[in-house]
């Protein structure tokens, strides 16, 4: 009697473009609307920053975690948005490109960051006199 070899299932999409064989858990699809764990290891300098960070911000690390991911894709994202690369925002005035777009400026020692609309970032503290009421 001889035994025919069990097929291995079909792989996803994603693991037969890629060369290397992934190690570790598959990958679930996100659900929209739902918080879901991510676990990475950082050098303790990174820990450190993130936890004085998070005390000062009155954050969880997690959501400090998050906030610092999401500042380092906002450049990122903000290009995706307005279809142009540096280069092509090199050629025009990139203020006016960013106030016309909604985008609140965001001075720092290392630069004027811009955040997009809607960003739960910071506020200038400025009240209207006919808020002051």
Same mark, same amino acid.
């Given at each position: 009697? $001889?035994?025919?070899?069990?097929?291995?299932?079909?792989?996803?999409?994603?693991?037969?473009?890629?060369? #290397?064989? +992934?190690?570790?858990?598959?990958?679930?699809?996100?659900?929209?609307?739902?918080?879901?764990?991510?676990?990475?290891?950082?050098?303790?300098?990174?820990?450190?920053?993130?936890?004085? #960070?998070?005390? !000062?911000?009155?954050?969880?690390?997690?959501?400090?975690?998050?906030? @610092?991911?999401?500042? &380092?894709? &906002?450049?990122?994202?903000?290009?995706?948005?307005?279809?142009?690369?540096? $280069?092509?925002?090199?050629? %025009? !005035?990139?203020? #006016?490109?960013?106030? +016309?777009?909604?985008?609140?400026?965001?001075?720092?020692?290392? %630069?004027?960051?811009? @955040?997009?609309? %809607?960003?739960?970032?910071?506020?200038?503290?400025?009240?209207?006199?006919?808020?002051?009421?």
């Amino acid at each position: 009697m $001889t035994r025919k070899k069990k097929e291995p299932p079909a792989k996803p999409e994603w693991a037969r473009t890629s060369g #290397a064989k +992934r190690i570790g858990r598959p990958v679930k699809p996100v659900q929209e609307g739902t918080r879901v764990s991510l676990g990475l290891k950082v050098r303790p300098e990174v820990k450190a920053r993130i936890d004085t #960070a998070a005390r !000062n911000s009155g954050r969880t690390q997690s959501q400090e975690a998050e906030h @610092l991911i999401e500042m &380092a894709l &906002a450049p990122i994202t903000m290009l995706e948005r307005m279809q142009q690369t540096f $280069t092509e925002i090199e050629r %025009g !005035n990139v203020e #006016a490109t960013f106030r +016309r777009l909604g985008y609140m400026p965001l001075r720092t020692p290392h %630069g004027t960051a811009w @955040l997009p609309p %809607g960003h739960p970032g910071l506020r200038s503290g400025f009240i209207a006199p006919e808020e002051d009421k």
